[in-house]
């Protein structure tokens, strides 16, 4: 494994505060990269640990404030695929829970839109790829599980 590219994919969940109920943020890539719906996802420098990477991507994609942070729930899931570019992949994914929602600011290098969506708008479509689609899920039962 240690020929492989490691990332991080991460699903955000907040609080919305009007409704009192969870929401998830997806990010919209920009032109350059496919105008696609999609969770953080980033590659984990040499240093860090999956979780560590895993963070600063969510800190530098949406400027997280780390102090909404209530949580971040290893989701047990792990990938691995070829990307575009021909390298080969192992991708772990995470939950990171916060108490309310920030300030989003995006990279335009990266993403062009942002938006919070409810569980029940989870399905087949709502991203790309298969792995987010199944990360989104596998969020939503833990938080129904929390009776979030």
């Known amino acids: 494994m240690n020929d492989r590219t490691k990332k991080a994919q991460v699903i955000l969940a907040a609080i919305d505060e ?9 990010l919209q890539t920009n032109e350059r990269r ?14 860090e640990s999956f979780e560590e990477g895993g963070l600063r991507e969510v800190i530098e ?10 949580d971040i729930v ?23 829970i916060c108490d309310k929602k920030w300030d989003i600011k995006l990279d335009p290098k990266e993403h062009q839109n942002f938006k919070w969506i409810d569980p029940s ?23 129904r599980n ?3």
């Open 74 to 96: 290893d989701l047990g899931l792990s990938y691995d695929f070829t990307d575009q570019r021909g390298r080969k992949v192992h991708e772990k994914c995470f939950l990171i």
């Open 34 to 47: 496919g105008q696609f719906w999609q969770n953080v996802t980033g590659k984990i420098e040499n240093d």
């Open 121 to 143: 708008e989870i399905e087949d479509g709502i991203v790309k790829y298969r792995s987010n689609l199944e990360t989104l899920e596998k969020a939503k039962l833990i938080l």
């Open 146 to 148: 929390w009776g979030a």
């Open 18 to 26: 009007q409704s009192q109920s969870f929401k998830f943020l997806l």
């Open 61 to 70: 994609e949406t400027q997280l404030d780390i102090e909404t942070i209530v």
